[in-house]
């Protein structure tokens, strides 16, 4: 049987880190989503038994990254499949041109919009899948037209050209699910208190930039139908493949976001979802917040250094008089 292994990554070793910390069984527990300890080969069995498995992830979490790549490797045979959430949909011909030799990797990473920590995180999974002859899969919607609606609403794509069109899930795409919009919220507002919380920490009296929260949503759910449409579409394309699909943890926990919007396009469609969380309870599971947040939990070492920092830079002190 075919499999894909459709990888959403992101992470950067801080600036001027040569090599990754040394990672192994002692920095990452798991657990089944209600709590009971599990292996990760029983993990492995899961996702085989699976058409699709979603490996949710903090993205500067090291440990998460690691496990990508021994999914990646451990679960490799000659038909399995490669997709990143950080390659967007109307780059998926640069992808097969550097897998195929030719462009070079320079071009790859300009032509690609390839995320600054390319090198440091997902590098090694291309081109594990470019020796193993894998394909890859470009799963994202461009941020150009996630842009658009965050600023005018999910309305507004339909001004886009039939040739712009084509990089996008059928329009109108579905909404956000109540669960999900409610879960939406509360991370939204989290946010919003760190903001006001740095902004006063460095003096900063200029109030945060309120983002609407309707448009806000739209434009989140367009990414999560985007990945679900390529998901689904290479699935009809490529029947008896199988799809393990990596994300930003929040896009499919609780079996939500790109979960909800598969189901309506491939309806019937196994899935299984892995979220990994970087979390001060390691190497505890931690019931009240982790519970139901997929099929699998996967608990990760919180001290080890963050793989990229996405910090603001600090303002410069006023000059003393």
Request: aromatic residues 8%.
């Amino acid at each position: 049987m075919r499999i894909i292994v459709c990888v959403v990554v992101a992470t950067s070793f801080l600036a001027g880190q040569d090599t990754k910390p040394t990672i192994g069984e002692q920095h990452y527990r798991v657990y089944r989503g209600d709590g009971r300890p599990a292996t990760f080969d029983e993990l492995l069995n899961a996702a085989g038994a699976a058409t699709v498995t979603f490996l949710g992830e903090s993205h500067d979490d090291p440990t998460g990254h690691y496990l990508e790549d021994q999914v990646l490797r451990r679960a490799h045979r000659p038909d399995l499949a490669l997709s990143f959430e950080m390659f967007e949909t109307d780059v998926q011909y640069v992808l097969d041109e550097y897998l195929a030799g030719l462009i070079s990797e320079d071009h790859l990473i300009s032509s690609g919009r390839a995320w600054k920590n390319y090198k440091s995180d997902y590098r090694a999974l291309v081109e594990f899948a470019k020796e193993h002859k894998m394909p890859v899969l470009a799963a994202n919607a461009p941020r150009r037209y996630v842009n658009r609606v965050s600023r005018l609403g999910a309305g507004s794509l339909s001004e886009l050209s039939v040739e712009a069109r084509r990089f996008l899930p059928p329009l109108p795409y579905a909404k956000a699910s109540p669960e999900y919009a409610e879960r939406f919220d509360r991370i939204m507002e989290e946010a919003r208190k760190e903001q006001e919380k740095r902004a006063a920490e460095s003096g900063d009296k200029q109030p945060p930039r309120v983002q609407d929260r309707t448009k806000s949503l739209e434009a989140q759910s367009l990414w999560d139908a985007s990945m679900a449409f390529s998901i689904a579409g290479f699935l009809t394309r490529n029947p008896g493949m199988r799809v393990v699909h990596l994300n930003g943890s929040f896009h499919t926990a609780s079996k939500l976001g790109i979960a909800d919007h598969l189901v309506r396009y491939r309806p019937g469609t196994s899935i299984m979802v892995v979220t990994m969380l970087s979390d001060k309870s390691f190497p505890e599971f931690d019931t009240e917040k982790m519970r139901g947040q997929g099929d699998f939990i996967i608990v990760t070492d919180p001290k080890l250094p963050r793989s990229f920092s996405s910090d603001p830079p600090p303002k410069p002190s006023p000059a003393k008089k």
